[in-house]
């Protein structure tokens, strides 16, 4: 069997409903495939929101930010190795891009800050709505708008390509219509990133051995073979973004000033076990060596106060508390007379000003103040920043540095936006920015 189409587009989320809505509107005709049985990728659980600078929601709060100061931003957080032609398609679209996506009834009004950031620019919706549910559904609704035709369980296999190079389709698996290709102009791989292949990410950096990941069980980086076998380069697939202390119940990472702030770490045996303030892959390796491969952050209401974001994570539900160590030993099933000795052990190393058992440098506050805590913390992987190199009108290019006249790429699924390090509120602003211009691009290419 097979279709014909002007464009075939890879991946539901947001890039890949970007990119099949823009495409659409300029006029072509669309097929979005999507290897899972539901839509919205790891977009749709993306909890900080969209940056851009110079727009209306800025203005209308009073915020004062500028191209530049965004630029200078993603650049720092990205170890100046971002591609500077893909930053600045980043930032110049960023306004533009929530303008598109309001225009289409989203709600991005709220504007916040998100690590990295000089000032506000991550664009949200008002009342704390999940930025990520909330662009995946609008979009969603618009592709059904348009009556956009979207196949679920329906993997990209192998970029078809004519005699002189150019893509003509697309060879598809469906679940149950089994394999048949998809004849197009072009094909848009918006396949996201591979941060839950742990495989693959600790072959990579094997200092990532053993991590779990915040993303959905899609995020295999399978379409970046796809992309590879035709012929695409890839860059930086060794920058990948990862957190030893990522709360197991929530799937966020907690930051690491709640350490800084005092917060010590404890096994499910109530012990301390590392210097809580050593580098992110020691903390990482030794949380591993737990029982379960996990650990507890333990801190009390002095540490809370000192910290506005530990309130955050207590509204998200992830934080057991109780007014002694032993009750909120029993809420989590750890030894809670060890953690009641460990805690007061810890305490007369505070006031000794010397932390004799593990070297821990600094010693904010001995814990002894009102409620205690938990956070139960594992070490996750979360963005990958590396993928297939892209020029900026989102075209897939080879490693000759020549266009794959056809192929396009939007997304996780690319490297060189962010660089080393991607900020947060940079991946949604990269998904809709890419994704819109991958659209508009490849609807041109099809009319040629
Ligand atoms: P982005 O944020 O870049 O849009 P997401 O991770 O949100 O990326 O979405 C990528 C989507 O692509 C996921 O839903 C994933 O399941 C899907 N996907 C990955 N590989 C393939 C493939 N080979 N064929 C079809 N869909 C794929």
């Known amino acids: 069997p097979q279709d014909t189409v002007n464009i075939v587009v890879v991946g539901s989320g947001g890039a890949g409903f970007s990119a099949s809505v823009a495409a659409f509107d300029k006029g072509a005709s669309v097929i979005l495939i999507e290897k899972e049985p539901v839509i919205g990728g790891n977009a749709k659980l993306a909890a900080g929101g969209m940056n851009a600078a110079w727009t209306d929601q800025q203005k209308a709060k009073g915020i004062e930010d500028s191209l530049e100061l965004m630029t200078k931003d993603t650049m720092k957080g990205g170890r100046n190795l971002n591609d500077p032609a893909l930053v600045d398609v980043l930032v110049s679209h960023s306004k533009g891009s929530v303008d598109w996506m309001t225009a289409m009834g989203a709600d991005l009004s709220d ?98 051995k053993g991590f779990v990941s915040t993303n959905q069980p899609g995020a295999t980086g399978d379409g970046i073979d796809v992309a590879a076998n035709a012929g695409a380069a890839l860059q930086d697939m060794q920058y990948i973004q990862a957190h030893p202390t990522l709360s197991v119940k929530g799937g966020v990472m907690v930051t690491e000033a709640v350490r800084g702030n005092g917060a010590i770490l404890v096994n499910r045996e109530g012990k301390r076990f590392v210097n809580e303030i050593t580098t992110r892959d020691k903390a990482a390796a030794a949380i591993l060596e737990q029982t379960g491969k996990t650990a507890y952050l333990i801190f009390d209401d002095s540490v809370r106060k000192s910290l506005k974001k530990i309130d955050k994570y207590i509204g998200l539900g992830v934080v057991p508390s109780a007014d002694s160590l032993v009750k909120l030993g029993k809420l989590e099933n750890i030894d809670g007379k060890a953690l009641t000795e460990t805690v007061a052990r810890y305490n007369t190393l505070v006031t000794s000003g010397k932390d004799t058992d593990f070297e821990r440098p600094n010693l904010p506050r001995a814990l002894n103040e009102g409620n205690y805590y938990a956070i139960e913390v594992t070490p996750g992987v979360h963005h990958t920043m590396g993928g297939v190199k892209i020029d900026s009108k989102a075209e897939i290019m080879n490693a000759k540095q020549q266009v794959i006249p056809g192929l396009y790429g939007a997304g996780e699924v690319t490297g060189g936006v962010h660089g080393a390090n991607r900020l947060g509120g940079n991946a949604i602003s990269d998904i809709v920015t890419f994704g819109r211009l991958a659209g508009e691009e490849a609807a041109k290419y099809s009319k040629k």
């Open 111 to 208: 504007v916040g800050r998100m690590g990295g950031a000089s000032v506000n620019r991550t664009h949200r919706p008002t009342g704390g709505a999940g930025v990520g549910a909330h662009v995946i559904q609008v979009l969603y609704d618009n592709a059904v708008k348009r009556d956009i035709d979207m196949r679920m369980n329906t993997r990209g296999i192998e970029i078809l390509k004519d005699d002189s190079g150019n893509v003509k389709g697309l060879l598809v698996k469906g679940m149950y219509k089994g394999y048949y290709w998809i004849k197009a102009d072009a094909v848009i791989l918006a396949t996201g990133g591979f941060a839950k292949n742990n495989e693959r990410v600790s072959k990579l950096d094997p200092k990532l």
